[in-house]
T-cell receptor, first 110, second 112 residues
Framework: QKEVEQNSGPLSVPEGAIASLNCTYS??????FFWYRQYSGKSPELIMS????GDKEDGRFTAQLNKASQYVSLLIRDSQPSDSATYLC??????????FGTGTQLKVEL | DVKVTQSSRYLVKRTGEKVFLECVQD?????MFWYRQDPGLGLRLIYF???????EKGDIPEGYSVSREKKERFSLILESASTNQTSMYLC???????????FGDGTRLSIL
């Protein structure tokens, strides 16, 4: 079993809709969780960090964490074509390394 | 803003060459990382460093070495480049445990 699981997609949503991206993880001691956005040919860019259970909102983005169920999700409201990218889930259990999922490709269609 | 700078965006080398990829960060971060990213395989950790002159192997260290002589600079070395090392190489840094990593722009390396 992979440590961090993401559906590779592509996930297609119409412009203006809510995009929901999900990530599950296997290590119960994981403490910090991050979402990165990566455009094709570019490097990953941090968009959200979340450390405690519940929701964290930043503009059109909401990260949700449920440690008991071992999942973290990212909601993108009012999706725009510029949101089309691959979204990487990452987490750390307190050690020096960050563990990444393989990413979910999001396509926002006009 | 954190700035992580990789020396080259694109690089073409020949098999058997010794290749140096340089990474510099300007935020006094303790931790620095080198990844490669290939289609369908995601990000794979090659090496990381948590202090000057300290290094630890990641998941795929074979064929690579690293050097960290100064806190701000972390170099990745391909001892004898091979075609299977053609990839996108990404450097990242962070302040410490439980903090996010910040990435450089990446180096797309082609080994011919």
């Amino acid at each position: 079993q992979k440590e961090v699981e993401q559906n590779s997609g592509p996930l297609s949503v119409p412009e203006g809709a809510i995009a929901s991206l999900n990530c599950t993880y296997s290590d119960r001691v994981s403490q910090s969780f991050f979402w990165y956005r990566q455009y094709s040919g570019k490097s990953p860019e941090l968009i959200m960090s979340i450390y405690s259970n519940g929701d964290k909102e930043d503009g059109r983005f909401t990260a949700q964490l449920n440690k008991a169920s071992q999942y973290v999700s990212l909601l993108i409201r009012d999706s725009q074509p510029s949101d089309s990218a691959t979204y990487l889930c990452a987490l750390t259990g307190g050690g020096n390394k960050l563990t990444f999922g393989t990413g979910t490709q999001l396509k926002v269609e006009l | 803003d954190v700035k992580v700078t990789q020396s080259s965006r694109y690089l073409v080398k020949r098999t058997g060459e010794k290749v140096f990829l340089e990474c510099v960060q300007d935020m006094d971060h303790e931790n620095m990382f080198w990844y490669r990213q290939d289609p369908g395989l995601g990000l794979r950790l090659i090496y990381f460093s948590y202090d000057v002159k300290m290094k630890e192997k990641g998941d795929i260290p074979e064929g690579y070495s690293v050097s960290r002589e100064k806190k701000e600079r972390f170099s990745l070395i391909l001892e004898s480049a091979s075609t299977n090392q053609t990839s996108m190489y990404l450097c990242a840094s962070r302040t410490g445990v439980n903090q996010p990593q910040h990435f450089g722009d990446g180096t797309r390396l082609s080994i011919l």
